[in-house]
């Protein structure tokens, strides 16, 4: 179902073995995540490519709680864009920082759906990651663990075009890893969402 090639063979695992011994995350509903409503026109008049991404370095994150909690007194830094979400760099950077631990992020941006009809998207990370889609809350899992995948999530998409993203994602130590993919309607295999489904209304200058 997932294709051949090793990345998507450790996707299959990985979904299959995480499903049957974690109750750890949550997934917000059981039946396919529905009724969302794609952005206007007008709000992607400035778009540009990539998620927008900010940032909180140097801090001992333990769960997503305490991102949120900082966020409400110290304002995080804008970083430079994330063309897609493909990050599985062991002890390297996280993400577009130049920071291999210890690192907070806020990334949200718009994502395409070209068709109607059921996606499954799955996520792959390390440490903490809250899901949002156009709005909804559809996958978290708070804690500091291992690489480990969500269940597949399914989406119902009744119109085609972009539709809001987000996501709150931290690292701890050690490793980092955030991967998102998924599987369009009449396909029998995973993918990682390609670049040019992402994109995002730039905050001032983006950094590294």
Do not use: C
Request: aromatic share 12%; no cysteine.
């Amino acid at each position: 179902m997932f294709g051949n090639t090793p990345g998507l063979r450790t996707l299959i695992a990985g979904v299959a073995i995480y499903a049957a011994i974690s109750a750890t995350p949550l997934v917000a509903e059981a039946e396919p995540i529905s009724n969302l409503v794609p952005v206007t026109s007008s709000q992607l008049e400035n778009a540009e490519p990539g998620l927008g991404v900010q940032y909180f370095r140097g801090w001992k994150f333990d769960s997503i709680r305490e991102i949120l909690e900082l966020k409400d007194w110290k304002k995080p830094r804008v970083g430079e864009p994330l063309p897609m979400l493909n990050y599985n760099v062991g002890p390297g950077d996280v993400l577009t920082t130049k920071s291999h631990d210890l690192v907070g992020a806020f990334i949200d941006g718009y994502i395409k759906f070209d068709q109607a009809g059921l996606y499954l998207l799955a996520v792959q990370h390390n440490d903490g990651v809250r899901l949002s889609l156009g709005g909804q809350e559809i996958y978290e899992d708070p804690i500091v663990a291992p690489d480990r995948f969500s269940p597949n999530l399914e989406v119902q998409i009744d119109q085609p075009g972009w539709y809001e993203i987000s996501l709150i994602y931290y690292e701890k130590k050690g490793t980092s890893t955030l991967e998102l993919y998924w599987q369009a309607p009449g396909s029998d295999e995973f993918e990682f969402v390609p670049a040019e489904a992402f994109s995002h209304t730039p905050r001032g200058d983006e950094t590294t």
